[in-house]
């Protein structure tokens, strides 16, 4: 079993930067791939960001060039550098880890909202 505990988060203004972190913690797995989802209010949970074990990223078209997911294998713990915000990032962001046995955990949701 893996527990997710996220921080950050909160309310900033358009423009305004905000960093979201995210530590797994249990016994006896290995992650695979760490992400962040975030779900607005009336819309389905959209991928944001994806980093490897490798460090590969894949990001969403809208958050390219203005997040930047990071991670620290040694630790378990990944980052969301959030700059530029505009009010359509605002929702609930979830951490997410995927083990290399292929078991995904979310975290409990972290909300951000940013006003224009």
């Known amino acids: 079993q893996v527990q997710l505990v996220e921080s950050g988060g909160g309310l900033v203004q358009a423009g305004g930067s905000l960093r979201l972190s995210c530590a797994a913690s249990?016994?006896?797995?290995?992650?695979?791939?760490m992400g962040w989802y975030r779900q607005a209010p009336g819309k389905q949970r959209e991928l944001v960001a994806v980093i490897t074990s490798g460090g590969r990223t894949n990001y969403a078209d809208s958050v390219k060039g203005r997040f930047t997911i990071s991670r620290d294998n040694a630790k378990n713990t990944e980052s969301l550098q959030m700059n530029s915000l505009k009010p359509e990032d605002t929702a609930v962001y979830y951490c997410?880890?995927?083990?290399?046995?292929?078991?995904?955990?979310w975290g409990q949701g972290t909300q951000v909202t940013v006003s224009s």
């Open positions: 997410n880890v995927r083990t290399s046995d292929s078991i995904s955990y």
């Open positions: 249990g016994s006896g797995f290995r992650t695979n791939v």
